[in-house]
């Protein structure tokens, strides 16, 4: 009788877990920001004065939630560009990881200024978008009223839609670090270049 | 404005001939399509971040120091309200007749409850703001691309956006208080309130690997989005990929 209860929890774990698995390959980029933002904003909501005693704990959060939305591979290979040639996959993993994690902690620290999710506006998909590559558009609403647009890039990979760039005020977040980062990869070499921005010597700009 | 246009072009020519002096490092070019006068650009910007140093930033960064939050957004405030009839005119221009309207509606509103345009009552209502002038209705109207020129102490430019930033002294009422009444304090107090309210960006560009780029990078990518309001074409991400 007991062997049987546990077997039928670990199977409707195990059901839950691959659809929910399922669920996430197949929803679309709007949807994603969607349930990321509600999500990242009732976790803030309901433990805001943990994560303002402890930031770090928000920045966990954080990085949970985003890191497996994001194609970094991809996203460190269009900073590096033509930079990129001859590294190896080891280094182009920690050079995506160095970066990532600069730009996650700068995310969830902006966080706490936030009330509620309703303060953004995921905007419906518009414009011609193709299968493989998509942009969502979201308006933060700012204290004074205004708003600052932030879109999201999207693409197509193997495991659903994932994001690869961000765009303040149409300011691309690859395109100006890539050509702040890509000279320095050029002349000093990846490593260094890895290890600087881990030690925080390099600011990413949003 | 052939006045002030010439003044700038002779400050040009004198300031090449002061830096043509200056050693300088053989610049290839970082983005020969868009930036191919980047050597001569380059000192430009020198010479700009040297007057920022030595006087704008300091300025700044004193009014900044005495003047409380509250008055000196409401100062901005009263600036911002005054560019709406190169916004008006330009949105006309463009053939833009909701932003025309919701301009002039905006104006109004911040014009009298907002006590002259110095609390912006319309941003609290929803009233969005847009920004239109007449480097843009050039780009809406076929401009699309123009090199990069940076002017001694105006900054980031377009070709095209100079042109533009030149009629504008014709419907902006601080070059025409300028132009008709010699009053050169609106001017003034505009450029310093701005300079103040970029304050926090400094950080960011002092730390950066070349502050030239960033700034030339983070201007032609806003302009884009203020040509296109706000949707721009995404940039050719494919493109950057196949240099690796």
């Known amino acids: 009788m007991k062997t049987i209860r546990i077997a039928s929890v670990i199977s409707f774990i195990l059901l839950t877990a691959v659809a929910w698995a399922h669920a996430a390959d197949e929803r679309d980029p709007v949807t994603i920001v969607q349930d990321t933002n509600s999500h990242i904003f009732q976790t803030l909501e309901n433990r805001r004065e943990e994560f303002a005693a402890d930031p770090e704990q928000l920045r966990a959060v954080v990085r949970e939630d985003l890191l497996p939305l994001i194609d970094l591979r991809y996203s460190a290979r269009l900073i590096l560009g033509k930079a990129g040639r001859g590294v190896s996959p080891e280094q182009l993993e920690a050079f995506s990881e160095a970066m990532s994690s600069v730009l996650i902690n700068r995310y969830a620290d902006g966080l706490l200024q936030f009330r509620s999710d309703e303060q953004v506006e995921v905007l419906p998909m518009k414009g011609k978008n193709n299968e493989k590559l998509t942009r969502v558009r979201t308006r933060i609403r700012l204290e004074n009223g205004g708003f600052a647009p932030v879109d999201y890039a999207f693409r197509m990979t193997e495991e659903g839609w994932k994001a690869f760039d961000v765009t303040v005020e149409g300011i691309s977040y690859v395109i100006t670090f890539r050509n702040q980062i890509a000279p320095r990869v050029e002349t000093e070499g990846i490593d260094k270049v890895t290890a600087d921005i881990t030690a925080g010597n390099v600011r990413i700009d949003d | ?244």
């Open chain 2, 1 to 244: 404005m052939r006045g002030r246009l010439w003044r700038s072009a002779a400050a040009v020519l004198v300031l090449s001939m002061l830096l043509g002096g200056c050693s300088s490092r053989q610049v290839t070019l970082t983005d020969p399509e868009r930036d191919p006068w980047e050597a001569y650009n380059r000192k430009i910007h020198a010479f700009n971040t040297g007057f920022d140093n030595a006087i704008f930033r300091p300025v700044a960064k004193g009014y900044d120091a005495i003047m409380p939050d509250a008055p000196q957004r409401g100062v901005r405030n009263f600036f911002r309200n005054l560019a709406f009839p190169v916004t008006l005119l330009n949105s006309l221009l463009q053939g833009n007749m909701e932003r025309a309207f919701t301009s002039t509606g905006r104006f109004m509103m911040n014009s009298t409850i907002g006590l002259l345009g110095f609390f912006d009552v319309a941003t609290k209502v929803g009233i969005p703001r847009y920004n239109e002038d007449f480097g843009q209705t050039l780009a809406v109207w076929g401009w699309k691309e123009s090199r990069y020129l940076v002017m001694p102490f105006l900054g980031p430019y377009t070709a095209r956006d100079l042109l533009g930033r030149s009629f504008y002294g014709y419907f902006h009422p601080i070059s025409y208080a300028m132009r008709e009444h010699d009053l050169y304090w609106p001017l003034v107090t505009d450029l310093i309130t701005l300079r103040a309210e970029l304050l926090p960006l400094q950080p960011d560009i002092d730390a950066a690997n070349d502050p030239y780029v960033l700034i030339r990078d983070v201007y032609l990518q806003n302009r884009q989005f203020e040509i296109y309001n706000g949707d721009p074409p995404a940039p050719d991400y494919e493109a950057l990929l196949e240099e690796y």
